[in-house]
């Protein structure tokens, strides 16, 4: 055990300049590992071999707590973490998923992202989400996606494929792109749109939406349609 604690400060000392994963709606960076739990087991890789194939540091069966300034903020759960800090791109890989939590003060999750895999460029900042990626937003709106993209240095999520948001207005929304700007708190796109829900679907190409305002400005409407909600109601 004593080791095991001793192998666990050497991945934080190398890891503590560089952000961890981010949420969406949240999202999520990270300086510095607080602690572990679940005993993590971890392996030390000597450089007598490839870089770009094989990591510097891998750890598996994580569940660690992430500070940010001084505060605790994200849960990171993960089977296996890989760092290659000593390939030409250095970089971080989760190559059989993750889950990414935003904690508040009293440690309730308030945002969330889970996804089949990711990879994180150390250099670039940018975070990368691969398969059946699912976020749950600050605001509450759920985002399900093919593929998702965070800039930690622009704060913008990107999300592409196969988009389908969940508003808390009880609003469905199909897009092939969304980006959310997060210091905004403004979700837009170029793509075509479907919002289906409050007694109509709106279709169009390009949108805005504040969370503060809930109020959608479609930049090319192509029809609108009513529809009562009454059909799809049960039967008494």
């Known amino acids: 055990m004593i080791a095991h604690a001793a192998t666990r400060l050497s991945i934080a000392g190398r890891a ?13 960076t990270a300086t510095g590992l607080l602690s572990s739990c679940n005993d993590d087991k971890t392996a030390v890789v000597k450089h007598d071999t490839d870089p770009e194939r094989v990591p510097t540091m891998e750890s598996h069966d ?9 505060r605790t903020r994200y849960r990171i759960v993960t089977k296996m ?9 250095p970089h971080w890989s989760f190559p059989n998923g993750v889950q990414a939590d ?23 900042k940018v975070w990368s989400a691969v398969g059946n990626v699912r976020l749950t937003m600050r605001n509450g ?4 996606c093919d593929r998702m993209y965070y800039d930690e240095n622009s704060r913008q ?8 948001i969940t508003r808390t207005t009880g609003d469905k929304i199909l897009t092939n792109q969304m ?10 796109s170029d793509s075509f749109i479907r919002i289906e829900g409050q007694g109509r679907v709106i ?12 109020h959608y400005k479609i930049n090319h409407v192509q029809g609108i349609f009513p529809i009562d909600d009454r059909k799809f109601m049960p039967r008494r």
């Open 157 to 164: 999520v990107n999300c592409k494929d196969n988009v389908r």
């Open 102 to 124: 935003e904690l508040d003060d009293k440690f309730r999750q308030v945002a969330s992202l889970i996804c089949d895999s990711a990879y994180y460029n150390m250099g670039s």
């Open 81 to 89: 973490w890989q760092i290659y800090s000593e390939a030409s791109t």
């Open 179 to 188: 980006y959310y700007e997060t210091t905004q708190a403004l979700t837009h």
């Open 16 to 28: 503590h300049r560089h952000s961890l994963l981010a949420v969406a709606a949240l999202v999520i």
């Open 203 to 214: 279709e169009g190409e390009g949108y805005e939406y504040y969370d503060k305002q809930r």
């Open 141 to 144: 709106d759920k985002v399900l």
């Open 62 to 70: 994580v569940n660690t707590i992430i500070s940010d300034s001084g």
